[in-house]
DNA sequence: CGTTCATATGTTTATGTATTCATATGATAG
DNA sequence: CTATCATATGAATACATAAACATATGAACG
């Protein structure tokens, strides 16, 4: 039987590893935070919670060029935060979500509790 | 007066400009989201849901270094997701905040619903 | 159909950052 | 005060990614 030396956890990490979710629903969980974790993409779901919006009204509420909106657009879009109807020429992007509004409020709860 | 030339928003846009909140508060927002948004980050907020927990232990837990986990420790720490106290050598983790549960039981919310 | 407007996409570049490796701190025991 | 254990930190590297730029799609209109 091996020596037992210095910190020994192997009884608690077991015991944990049975009880942590997959891998993989982690970092799913991480790759959803990273979404909301860019400055961009946070203006433009905010800038939604008032009513939909074309991509080249967001451009201009924003400031940037109409190809940074968009590929930003993509990825809200391809991780269902958003979700966008065509009307002519137009396309128009919402929240796709109510989940949306709640984690956003969540995260704004945590900083203003904390100043 | 200047023309008007293709898709005008400028009404639209100073509207909203003045109910979007400040850059600042938004930039603060997205840099707390940017701190659940790495796969380390959250296996050792989820880690810490349990018990608190010495730094050997999740690194043991998780199967990295000492050093890539205290690293992220220290990120966790700086935004104040996580708070430590000393006994002897050994330095407990543990949560600080029940906004970080329940951030992430709201994120683990919308993955399920959504599939 | 060819032009124009709204949007999308491919590529490049610049910047940020997670991990590793080496080393430092800091507490305890002897 | 020296050795050891737990943790922290600094620097280097490797990888991800946001924005810019150029170009492509796709709808409406004459």
Redesign the interface.
Known sequence: MPEKKK?D??A??DM??R???D?E???????????????T???IL??LF?SE??V??IS??LGMTQSAISHQLRVLKDN?LVANRREGK?IYYFLA?D??R???E??????T??E
Chains 1, 2 share one sequence.
């Open positions: 910190h956890h192997s608690l990490v944990l590893h009880e942590l979710p891998e629903h982690l970092c799913d969980l991480a790759d959803l935070f990273k979404i909301f974790g860019d400055t993409r946070m203006r905010y800038s008032e919006l074309c080249c009204a201009e509420l269902h137009t979500d989940h949306v709640k984690i956003i969540q995260g704004y709860e945590h900083l509790e904390e």
